[in-house]
């Protein structure tokens, strides 16, 4: 099975953000991959701790090295995003862009 790393959003609303990336994970799921979410660190991690976050972000890029491909949704990239797509690019791993018009076409909604 395919490991695809999702990334997308997690800084600000925490909450709403882990909702989305549950969201994210089932569209992998239905779409036959393993997704691999680290956003789901945030459950035992406070993402507004500067150490906590720094933590979560390089547990979450040492995962890339077992993935196949990132997948990037929602219209924003953000400072964490920026970062996991550059480490992408520099281990030549693939990255494709979401649309939320794919998503629904799987989940509906």
């Not at 945030?42 to 979560?56: F, H, S, T």
């Amino acid at each position: 099975m395919k490991k695809v790393y999702i990334c997308s959003p997690l800084r600000g609303n925490v909450n709403e953000n882990l909702q989305k990336a549950i969201r994210y994970a089932e569209y992998a799921l239905k779409c036959g991959t393993a997704p691999v979410v680290p956003h789901f660190y945030a459950l035992c991690l406070n993402d507004g701790v500067p150490e906590q976050r720094e933590l979560g972000m390089r547990a979450g890029r040492s995962l890339l090295w077992f993935c196949d491909e990132m997948w990037v949704f929602g219209d924003i990239i953000t400072e964490g995003m920026n970062s996991e797509i550059s480490f992408c690019k520099n281990l030549n791993i693939k990255t494709r862009k979401i649309r939320d018009s794919e998503i629904r076409k799987v989940l509906g909604g």
